[in-house]
């Protein structure tokens, strides 16, 4: 029997298999699985609102393996829609997924086609939640769960990866050297390749949340999420153009892409008119899911917003942080940073007429906010010792670098030589500046960073106290 979907290049629309990079062999674009336009027409689908209920809209598997995904709430958010100025709020809280996030539908299928397919173990590049939804399912069906991180993912992420009893290579520096070692393992392992940006699954999985407001009657005139590697935003809109062709709905709502100031390649290229993202050299933000600074949907994410009629923006992570706990009082949902961002934004876009106070807008809260560091420090400190000397040391050694003289921010990086990311030094140096400990300046195009009197004594504290446990 003729499958209802190929796997198809997403730019040149050529036929494909399955390649190592997930890229068209002719012309380099992602590959992804198209469905019949006639099949679609005929779809049927059948019980109560969760994530298999639209199985006939995904590739085949032989097995479906839950944990109980999808189906999540809708909240209309009223006390929230009142303080922003905007009377059809939605919240489409994905932290009510088995480890609270929206990876869970990836999670649900790729685990489910690995397991179909014969495999007894898998690999996946991640930030954290594909990570730690993938080593959930693993679990459940006694698949081998291979996770290659960058050092500095989330605490709360980490610990749901050790629960599941996941294989953890923390060597990498940034997603992007990960996702180069995945496909590495994959094939010489011949494990299963379940990294997000290289399995096409995973946008099938997450279009199903599209799918979901529709079924849930949001109506929605905007909706609202976070761009890293632009995936979901790419997937949003594949579900509205499926619901199209199905002659559900005429009008698909404009999808509105928010990223972090200190990594903003999609929302500058959007500024910009170009069809690729821009080239972030010093990605920095707290916000690990949206610190891609190469992001491998960039492209679709951007096709995505200007088809739509929608836009780009970003967000600093003070409002990110702000609006976490704005979000928490005021409705009772625990966003991560991240997710806060996609509420942070319609302040000014209410403000500059881009949203109007009618218009029914849903934001998409991801992930929760108990996985990330800014909850989970203190936890941490208490927990792991090595990890809390090494942070100690990278500060002392910022604070050292500086006593020699003012410097700014990249050559501090250089200096403290390998095993580090720029993000993670400008965290370090935010935290000084924050301590007063540091003290910065612009200098032309420069910030310069240089020790403060408090910085300096903070330092001799610090050899006092050395010599006296010797
Ligand atoms: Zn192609």
């Known amino acids: 029997m003729e499958t209802p979907y190929q796997l198809r290049c997403s730019r ?5 298999e399955p390649t190592p990079w997930n890229r068209c062999l002719r012309c380099g674009g992602l590959l992804e699985y198209v469905f019949n336009p006639e099949y679609l027409r ?63 539908r990836p999670g649900a299928l790729l685990i489910s086609d690995a397991y179909s397919r014969g495999f007894d173990a898998i690999v996946c590049a991640t930030n954290g939640n594909q990570g730690a ?40 520096s940034s997603i992007e050297e990960a996702i180069r070692l995945s496909v590495e393992m994959a094939e010489r ?3 299963y390749q379940a990294t997000a940006e290289l399995n096409p699954l995973t946008i099938e999985a997450l279009k199903t949340i599209s799918y979901e407001l529709h079924e849930q009657g949001a109506e929605a005139d905007v909706v609202v999420a976070a761009m890293g590697s632009g995936a979901t935003i790419h997937s949003l809109w594949k579900g509205y153009g499926e619901m199209k062709a199905m002659g559900w709905m005429e009008d698909p709502p404009r999808l509105i892409g928010v990223q972090a100031e200190g990594c903003p390649p999609i929302t ?10 821009m080239e972030v050299e010093e990605a920095s933000t707290g916000a690990t899911p949206i610190r891609v600074a190469s992001p491998i949907y960039g492209e679709l994410a951007l096709k995505a917003i200007r088809e739509s009629g929608g836009l780009a923006v970003s967000i600093s992570d003070d409002e990110m942080l702000e609006m976490e706990k704005t979000i ?21 876009l209410l403000d500059s007429g881009e949203i109007d106070g ?12 108990l996985k990330t560091d800014d909850i989970l420090r203190g936890l941490r ?26 410097t700014y921010g990249y050559e501090l990086w250089k200096r403290l030589g390998r095993g580090m990311t720029l993000g993670a030094v400008y965290q370090h140096i935010s935290y000084l500046e924050a301590r007063g400990l540091i003290a910065s300046r612009l200098k032309g195009k420069r910030r310069y960073l240089r020790l403060t009197e408090k910085g300096r004594k903070a330092l001799r504290a610090l050899e006092e106290l050395r010599d006296l446990l010797s």
Not at 133 to 162: F, N, T, W
Not at 337 to 347: I, M
Not at 358 to 369: K, P, Q, T
Request: charged share 30%.
């Open 42 to 104: 005929d779809v049927q689908l059948k019980g109560s609102i969760n994530f298999w209920r639209y199985r006939p809209l995904l590739p085949r598997v032989d097995r479906a393996i839950s944990l109980g995904e999808g189906g999540t709430p809708l909240h209309r958010a009223e006390r929230l829609g009142e303080a922003l100025g905007l009377r059809g709020l939605m919240l489409k809280d994905e932290t009510r997924n088995p480890t609270n996030s929206f990876k869970d």
């Open 358 to 369: 009618d218009e029914r807008v849903v934001c998409l809260i991801a992930s929760s906010g």
């Open 189 to 191: 392992h011949g494990w």
């Open 133 to 172: 939804s993938l080593a959930a399912y693993s679990a459940k069906v006694d698949i081998e769960c291979h996770l290659l991180i960058p050092r500095d993912v989330d605490m709360g992420k980490l610990a749901q990866m050790i629960a599941y009893d996941a294989y953890i290579d923390e060597q990498c």
């Open 328 to 348: 928490a009082r005021l409705e009772g949902v625990f966003a991560e940073p991240a997710s806060a961002a996609t509420v942070a934004s319609l302040k000014t």
């Open 12 to 16: 040149c629309g050529a036929k494909a």
């Open 381 to 406: 400190m208490r927990r792991r010792h090595p990890s809390l000397t090494s942070r100690l040391t990278t500060k002392e050694r910022i604070l050292r670098l500086l006593e020699e003289g003012e």
């Open 268 to 277: 500058e290229a959007f500024r910009l008119g170009l069809e690729k993202p």
